[in-house]
């Protein structure tokens, strides 16, 4: 059975508007699958090939839409896989420590094409996505474990907008409201949000998978853990529960080097910044709270997801 993808350029008219805000970098995109998950063009060529990849059974997979948790659960499992190495970890970068798939699509410059490079590293792998699950291999959850994490898309907006804002050379956002209209319009990198969402609550159940809310892990992080860690086999005491939620607080893992990658940002903290829970009432003015409730209200009416309260 072929794996192919299907692809499906913009129209002029919407390149049109996207060009007046991405850089030249994104001027090339297209939407992918059935969902039209939208990614820049360069992906195209590699599309059917991560539908193939090779998986192991002690690979360990973080799915998630962008600004969503990543590097904080990605700095969890890898602790929890490694048995605590608190002193490795603090060696080697976040950034080596996991493989980020489809990082090359993202960049046009001499970046590693994640699911290549994986062929050579030992197990267990810790791999990292923002691809919707039609979009990775289909027998992912049969092979491997997962670790999907939601969060609130107000919150998400707020995250990927300020993520935006602080990269050289990505986007050219100058107004809140400006990236949300986008964001509901599904012309955002990786929309549209709640198709990726959908697709992994539908496999919430698999005994592979660990469906968590982001909220969830922030509000009551040692019972995260706990969870986090006996999907992966690991068993914490009390005291280990303890040191890794300090070594996760927000402020600690802002100022870690190891987590923090250089990015090209003028600002630090771009990939761990204020890491909130319901932060965005902060940011949405009152005709955006009316449309972020009118758009959640419309995808949620035909499902039983709830996002926790904030």
């Not at 039209?36 to 799915?63: C, E, Q, T």
């Amino acid at each position: 059975m072929s794996n192919s993808v299907v692809s499906k350029d913009l129209s002029p008219e919407v390149i049109a508007r996207l060009q007046s805000l991405y850089n030249e970098k994104f001027e090339d995109i297209s939407r992918f699958g059935d969902a039209g998950y939208l990614l820049p063009s360069r992906y195209k060529p590699h599309a059917a090939a991560v539908r193939d990849m090779p998986l192991r059974s002690s690979d360990v997979w973080i799915a998630t839409f962008p600004r969503s948790g990543t590097h904080m659960t990605a700095e969890m499992l890898w602790l929890l896989i490694n048995n605590l190495d608190y002193k490795k970890a603090a060696e080697i970068p976040l950034s080596e420590r996991h493989t980020f798939i489809e990082i090359f699509s993202l960049h046009s410059g001499d970046v590693p094409i994640g699911y290549q490079v994986l062929a050579d590293q030992p197990s267990p792998r810790l791999i990292t996505t923002h691809l919707a699950f039609s979009l990775l291999p289909p027998a992912l959850l049969d092979t491997a474990k997962v670790v999907y994490v939601a969060r609130d898309p107000r919150d998400v907006a707020v995250s990927y907008f300020n993520f935006y804002k602080r990269l050289k050379n990505f986007g050219r956002f100058e107004t809140l409201e400006q990236f949300w209209e986008l964001f509901v319009d599904d012309l955002v990198v990786f929309t549209p949000f709640f198709a990726h969402l959908k697709e992994a609550w539908s496999l919430r159940n698999h005994p592979n998978m660990l469906f968590i809310f982001y909220e969830d892990i922030i509000n009551d992080m040692p019972s995260a853990v706990r969870r986090v860690g006996r999907f992966v086999g690991k068993e914490c005491s009390e005291d280990e529960v303890a040191k890794l939620c300090d070594h996760m607080d927000i402020d600690n893992m802002r100022n870690n080097t190891s987590v923090q990658p250089n990015i090209g940002s003028s600002e630090a903290h771009v990939f761990v910044r204020q890491g909130q829970a319901g932060g965005w009432r902060d940011h949405f003015n009152e005709a955006m709270r009316t449309s972020a409730r009118n758009w959640m209200d419309r995808h949620l009416a035909d499902t039983d997801i709830s996002f926790p309260e904030n």
